[in-house]
C-alpha cells in the first residue's frame, strides 16, 4: 500500500492489545515494519455507557458503529473487533474478512469472598453484565445476588476491590492478552459454564470488494477459527440473537470436522434447551443454523416472550 494501513479499534487496554496482536500478524505475514500500520483508537457508545445493561441500550452494535462508520468513511481500511461482540447482521458493503487463531474460549471467575462460585456464602454478589453469564451464575447457584457489573476489564477488577461484589466473571482470553490471567481464581469448565458466541476469537471486519485489503488479510485467516465462528454465529442468528438472549455456543473443528453444543436459557435460570451436533467443518453455518432452527422449534416461541 502506499500509505500506513489504517487499523480502527475500540480504545480499551483489551481493543489495543488486540489491534496490536493483528499488525503483528500482518507484519510477519508480509515481512513489513511497524510503521507500514497506524492503529486508529475510537471511543464507541458502547464504552460511553456505563450505567445500563447493553440489552436496554441497543445491543452488540454499541460497539461497532462507530468503527463501522470510519470503514464507510475510509477513516479506517480494517476493524479489529471481538467476534462476541459483533452483530450476526453487518451493515451493507462490510464484511468479516478474518479471523486470528482463537484464545481459550473459557471463563474465569476472580472471587474475593471465595475462589469458586459454589463456595461463595448464600447471598453473596456477583457481579456481571452479560445475560448469559447470569442466567448460568443463577443455574448454579439460585441464592446469589447477581447484580450488574459494566465497564473494560481493569474498571471491572477495580469495582471488585473496591467491594462492589464478591466475585465476578471474566473471559479468560482477555485476561491472557492483557497478561493478567493469574487473578483468576477458578477457571469455568465449559460444559458447566459454556461460552458466548465467538468468545476467544479476534475477527477483522473490511469494505467489501477491497481487494488488497482482501488478499493481505487472507494470509492471517485462521480457516479453523473461521469455520467454527461460521457455525456459532448461524446458531445465533437462527435464534435472533443478541445482548437480549442468554446464548451459548461451542464449536471444536479438528481436520475436517467439526462438532457443535449451544444452548439457550432463561435469564432467571431456571429453564433451558440445549442441543449438540457434528458434521463436516465445510458445512459450519448449516450445522449451526439448523441447531439454531431446531433449539427454536423445540423451545417454543413462548420461551422467548419478554426477552425483547
Known amino acids: 500500500m502506499q500509505t500506513a494501513l489504517k487499523i480502527g479499534t475500540r480504545a480499551s487496554q483489551l481493543a489495543l492489545a488486540q489491534a496490536h496482536e493483528a499488525r503483528a500478524r500482518l507484519m510477519a505475514a508480509h515481512g513489513l515494519p511497524e510503521d507500514a500500520f497506524?492503529?486508529?483508537?475510537?471511543t464507541t457508545t458502547g464504552d460511553r455507557i456505563q450505567n445500563r445493561p447493553l440489552s436496554e441500550a441497543g445491543g452488540k452494535g454499541l460497539f461497532?458503529?462507530?468503527?463501522?462508520?470510519?470503514?464507510?468513511?475510509?477513516r479506517i481500511d480494517i476493524a479489529v473487533h471481538s467476534s462476541k461482540d459483533m452483530p450476526t447482521q453487518l451493515p451493507h458493503g462490510l464484511e468479516l474478512s478474518a479471523f486470528l487463531p482463537r484464545e481459550d474460549v473459557r471463563d474465569a471467575f476472580i472471587g474475593k469472598a471465595a475462589a469458586r462460585i459454589m463456595d461463595l456464602p448464600r447471598g453473596a454478589r456477583v457481579g456481571s453484565s452479560s445475560l448469559r453469564r447470569?442466567?448460568?451464575i443463577?443455574?448454579?447457584r439460585p441464592d446469589l445476588d447477581v447484580v450488574m457489573f459494566r465497564g473494560n476489564v481493569q474498571t471491572r477488577l477495580r469495582k471488585l476491590e473496591e467491594g462492589v461484589a464478591d466475585?465476578?466473571?471474566?473471559?479468560?482470553?482477555?485476561?491472557?492478552?492483557?497478561?493478567?490471567?493469574?487473578?483468576?481464581?477458578d477457571i469455568m469448565p465449559?460444559?458447566?459454564?459454556?461460552?458466548?458466541?465467538?468468545?476467544?476469537?479476534?475477527?477483522?471486519e473490511s469494505r467489501v470488494g477491497d481487494g488488497e485489503i482482501a488478499a493481505m488479510l487472507a494470509a492471517i485467516h485462521d480457516v479453523p477459527t473461521g469455520r467454527a465462528l461460521a457455525c456459532e454465529r448461524a446458531f445465533l442468528a437462527a435464534l435472533d440473537g443478541s445482548c437480549r438472549t442468554p446464548i451459548a455456543s461451542h464449536a471444536i473443528v479438528e481436520g475436517e470436522s467439526l462438532s457443535f453444543s449451544g444452548l439457550i436459557a432463561?435469564?432467571?435460570g431456571t429453564a433451558e434447551h440445549a442441543i449438540a451436533a457434528t458434521g463436516a467443518s465445510v458445512d459450519a453455518a448449516r450445522i449451526g443454523r439448523e441447531a439454531g432452527e431446531e433449539v427454536r422449534a423445540r423451545a417454543g416461541e413462548n420461551f422467548f416472550e419478554g426477552w425483547s
Not at 497506524?38 to 475510537?42: D, K, N, Y
Not at 461497532?64 to 475510509?74: H, S
Open 138 to 140: 443463577r443455574r448454579m
Open 64 to 74: 461497532t458503529k462507530e468503527l463501522e462508520d470510519a470503514l464507510y468513511d475510509r
Open 134 to 136: 447470569q442466567a448460568l
Open 167 to 185: 466475585g465476578t466473571i471474566l473471559a479468560l482470553a482477555g485476561l491472557r492478552r492483557l497478561g493478567l490471567e493469574h487473578v483468576a481464581t
Open 190 to 204: 465449559v460444559d458447566l459454564f459454556p461460552p458466548a458466541p465467538g468468545q476467544g476469537a479476534i475477527c477483522i
Open 266 to 268: 432463561r435469564p432467571d
Open 38 to 42: 497506524e492503529i486508529v483508537p475510537l
